[in-house]
Every structure is written in structure tokens, then in C-alpha cells.
């Protein structure tokens, strides 16, 4: 079973960065994806970014040219950089590691942007 640990959340104000990270229990390299979710009150989780095992990106249209998704294989984390944060970022962001057969979640990780 992995586990998988979010860190790095907080309150920035608009214009302003954070950098989240996900540590996992065990390796990644065997995960197919990695990925950042988020979730807003009274909205569905949604796909931020995501990473595949060989090393293309994916990222939601709201959020390209501000955030990105990478990943150290020796450290089994993988990081998300969000930049130029807009009030409407604001979520609880969930790591998400998924394999052939299993799909993992982190616990979640508060992000509040202020205007």
C-alpha cells in the first residue's frame, strides 16, 4: 500500500506563488501517472496537472503557462509550481498516483488565494 503525503499549502495573495509537494511511501517510477486534482467547495474534483511515466505533461486549460508538474524519481515526490495565483485556484489539492491496477490519493492539501 503506498501512501502518499501533500505539504506545502497555504493563503498567498493573487499574483503571489506556492510550490506543493507529494511524497510517496514507496517508488513512483511504477506508477503510470502522477498527478495534482483539486477540488473546490460545492464543485467536483478536477484535474490540475498531471505527469506520465515518461515524462509528457498534461494540465487544465485554466491553468497552463502558470503551473508545473515535476517529478524526482530519487526522492519518490513529485512537486506542482503554481504561479500567478488567481482567487479562483483556491481548493483543496489531492495527490494522485496511479498505477495498472491501483489509483492512490493523498490526504489533501489546503491552497486559499485572496484578492
Known amino acids: 500500500q503506498v501512501q502518499l503525503v501533500e505539504s506545502g499549502g497555504g493563503l498567498v495573495q493573487a499574483g503571489g506563488s506556492l510550490s506543493l509537494s507529494c511524497a510517496a511511501s514507496?517508488?513512483?517510477?511504477?506508477?503510470?501517472?502522477m498527478g495534482w486534482y483539486r477540488q473546490a467547495p460545492g464543485k467536483q474534483r478536477e484535474l490540475v496537472a498531471q505527469?506520465?511515466?515518461?515524462?509528457?505533461?498534461n494540465y487544465a486549460d485554466s491553468v497552463k503557462g502558470r503551473f508545473t508538474i515535476s517529478r524526482d524519481d530519487a526522492k519518490n515526490t513529485v512537486y506542482l509550481q503554481m504561479n500567478s495565483l488567481k482567487p479562483e485556484d483556491t481548493a483543496v489539492y489531492y495527490c494522485?498516483?496511479?498505477?495498472?491496477?491501483?489509483?492512490?490519493w493523498g490526504q489533501g492539501t489546503q491552497v486559499t488565494v485572496s484578492s
Open positions: 494522485n498516483a496511479r498505477a495498472v491496477l491501483s489509483n492512490y
Open positions: 505527469i506520465v511515466r515518461d515524462g509528457s505533461t
Open positions: 514507496g517508488s513512483i517510477f511504477s506508477f503510470v501517472t
